[in-house]
């Protein structure tokens, strides 16, 4: 009888039909492995930790994504800043070049 209640309870947890939920993928997570009496038990088990690591990758990438596109953007920013200043630069000794030739 408390096996066919484990059984059911594994069911419950994790659902075929939609995805877990965090709070699902705890349950699933707080049993340990040894407290797991049959194949479907430790089948969800292990989906369960699966899927708590592909959560965890995917928020790591979506992280990494963000950040990399805020230090290109931020690359951008400091090259178009120097070139603008390169530009503005090299501009005033051009206008100041010809004023120098005159007054040699």
Do not use: C
């Given at each position: 009888?408390?096996?066919?209640?484990?059984?059911?309870?594994?069911?419950?947890?994790?659902?075929?039909s939609?995805?877990?939920?965090l709070?699902?993928?705890?349950?699933a997570?707080?049993?340990?492995?040894?407290?797991?009496?049959s194949?479907?038990e430790?089948?969800?088990?292990?989906d369960a930790?699966?899927?708590?690591?592909?959560?965890?990758?995917?928020?790591?990438?979506?992280?990494?994504?963000?950040?990399?596109?805020?230090?290109t953007?931020?690359?951008?920013?400091?090259?178009?800043?120097i070139?603008g200043?390169?530009?503005?630069?090299a501009?005033?000794?051009n206008?100041?070049?010809?004023?120098?030739?005159?007054s040699e």
């Amino acid at each position: 009888m408390a096996s066919s209640a484990a059984s059911g309870d594994a069911t419950n947890i994790l659902p075929a039909s939609a995805p877990p939920t965090l709070t699902q993928q705890d349950d699933a997570l707080s049993r340990l492995p040894t407290d797991i009496s049959s194949p479907h038990e430790l089948t969800d088990w292990l989906d369960a930790v699966l899927d708590r690591l592909e959560n965890k990758f995917q928020s790591a990438n979506h992280q990494y994504d963000v950040r990399m596109q805020e230090m290109t953007e931020r690359i951008d920013s400091l090259e178009n800043s120097i070139q603008g200043s390169v530009s503005s630069k090299a501009g005033s000794e051009n206008v100041h070049s010809p004023r120098q030739g005159n007054s040699e």
